[in-house]
C-alpha cells in the first residue's frame, strides 16, 4: 500500500469514526443509535487494521478483527437484545427513545464541535513531536473521548448512558492506536474482556432496574432515592 492510499484510508476511517459520535448526539431512537455505534467499531476496525497493515504487524491485524467482532457485533447485539426486552412491553415503549434529553439536540452539536476544537488543541503539541499520518488523527480519538463523555452525562436513558460509555472507550482505544501505531495483543484482550463483562453487567442492572421500577429513567430513580 502506498503512502497516499495509506493516508487517505486513515483520513477516511477516521473521519467516519469521528461523525458516527456526532450523529450518536443527533439521533433520538435507541435503536438507531445502536446501529450508529456499531458503524463506529467498523470504522475503529478499520483504524487498527489500516495500522496494522501499514507497519506490517500481525498482532495488530489480529487485534483489529477482534475489534470488529466485539464492538461492531457483539456489543451492539447484546444491547439491541436489552432494547426488544422494552420494546415487547407495550406499558414501556417510551424506553426506546431519549425523550428528554438534559441538552438539546442544536445544544449537543454545537458542544460537540467546541469539544472537538478543543481536542485539537490539546493534542497539537503531540502532534508537532512526530507528524506522522496517524498522530494527526490523533486529535479525533480524544474527541470522541469528550463526545462520549457528554454522552454519559446528559443522556437520561440507562441504555443511551451504556452507548456513551462505550463511546467513551472507543475513543481510548482508538487514541492509543493512533499514538503507538498498535496496541499489544494481550492488552486489548484485556481490555476488551472488562468491556464485555461491563457491558453484561449494566444490561442486567437495566433489566433489572425496569423490572423493579417501571423505567429506566435516571432522574426518576433519583426522586424514587429523595
Known amino acids: 500500500m502506498s503512502e497516499a492510499l495509506y493516508t487517505q484510508l486513515l483520513d477516511l476511517a477516521c473521519g467516519a469514526f469521528l461523525l458516527a459520535a456526532v450523529v450518536v448526539l443527533w439521533r433520538r431512537e435507541l435503536a438507531a443509535i445502536v446501529r450508529v455505534f456499531a458503524l463506529q467499531g467498523l470504522a475503529l476496525a478499520a483504524i487498527a487494521l489500516l495500522l496494522g497493515i501499514h507497519e ?41 427513545r431519549e425523550t428528554q434529553p438534559l441538552v438539546n ?66 475513543g481510548i482505544t482508538a487514541t492509543a492506536f493512533l499514538a503507538t501505531s498498535g496496541v499489544p495483543l494481550i492488552v486489548e484482550l484485556g481490555v476488551s474482556f472488562d468491556v464485555l463483562l461491563a457491558v453484561l453487567v449494566l444490561q442486567i442492572l437495566t433489566t433489572r432496574m425496569r423490572e423493579a421500577f417501571g423505567t429506566t429513567d435516571i432522574d426518576d430513580l433519583r426522586e424514587l432515592h429523595d
Open 56 to 96: 506490517e504487524r500481525w498482532d495488530v491485524i489480529v487485534v483489529a478483527v477482534g475489534i470488529g467482532l466485539l464492538r461492531a457485533g457483539l456489543l451492539p447485539y447484546l444491547i439491541r437484545r436489552a432494547l426488544a426486552a422494552l420494546a415487547a412491553d407495550p406499558a414501556h415503549s417510551e424506553e426506546v
Open 105 to 170: 439536540v442544536a445544544a449537543s452539536l454545537l458542544t460537540a464541535a467546541v469539544l472537538t476544537l478543543l481536542a485539537y488543541v490539546a493534542a497539537s503539541p503531540l502532534v508537532e513531536l512526530d507528524p506522522t499520518p496517524a498522530t494527526r488523527a490523533l486529535p479525533v480519538g480524544l474527541a470522541v473521548v469528550l463526545i462520549g463523555f457528554f454522552v454519559l452525562v446528559t443522556r437520561r436513558r440507562a441504555l443511551a448512558q451504556v452507548v456513551g460509555f462505550l463511546l467513551l472507550d472507543n
